[in-house]
């Protein structure tokens, strides 16, 4: 479990979990909707980690699932659990899975989408968040598309190269029950984490 301290960016809107990235909770007007899950996508070089950590990292008791690589201080060692017992190693308001590719990879995808199943249910219930992560390009198409469909939220995180120019745009592609903004929102890569860049919104 999480016991780091961390500055929780509020939501104006109780109803709503505020994501860790200002800019973010402004399009999302006032952060995730409780009772949601959410798939990021990216590469490893997206800052998708970061974005992951921010949102734990909001309040104490949130549970951090680290399944392919060493936990750090207050993760979770999920690297040798299986699958049902993932699911009962989900604690607090906020629960981080990262990540999902590794579990398509070593169970299969339908093992995977009856756990994001269980993970569906479990939000309903308690008016949690889970967050999965997933990387981009590493899944056959039809897979990636049950994987988009099993969510409500879909975010995407992708590096646009010029020359020597790297600029990184997070794109919300999906919102079940809300209209999907045209603009994706530029951010930089900080020690920190993510942050807003002063950029114009690319369509």
């Known amino acids: ?75 979770v060692d999920a690297r040798h659990l299986p699958p049902d017992r993932l699911a009962t190693m989900m604690k607090g308001d906020r629960v981080v899975i990262d990540s999902l590719s590794s579990l398509v990879k070593k169970y299969t995808i339908e093992i995977a989408i009856q756990f994001m199943t269980i993970c569906n249910r479990d939000t309903r219930k308690r008016g949690s968040n889970i967050l999965f992560l997933c990387y981009r390009d590493v899944h056959e198409p039809l897979e990636m598309a049950r994987l988009i469909r099993s969510v409500d939220i879909v975010l995407e995180l992708a590096e646009l190269v010029s020359g020597s120019d790297t600029v990184h745009i997070m794109s919300i592609r999906k919102n079940r029950g809300h209209q999907v903004p045209e603009e994706g929102i530029p951010y930089l890569i900080t020690a920190k984490g993510l942050e807003p860049s002063t950029t114009r919104r690319v369509k």
């Open 1 to 75: 479990m999480n016991t780091k301290e961390a500055k929780p960016t509020v939501p104006a809107d109780q109803s709503r979990r505020a994501t860790g990235m200002a800019g973010l909770d402004n399009v999302l007007e006032g952060g995730f909707p409780r009772s949601t899950t959410i798939l990021i996508l990216g590469t490893p070089v997206s800052g998708m980690e970061l974005m992951a950590r921010q949102f734990w990292e909001q309040e104490k008791g949130s549970t951090y699932l680290i399944l392919d690589a060493e936990p750090e201080e207050g993760m």
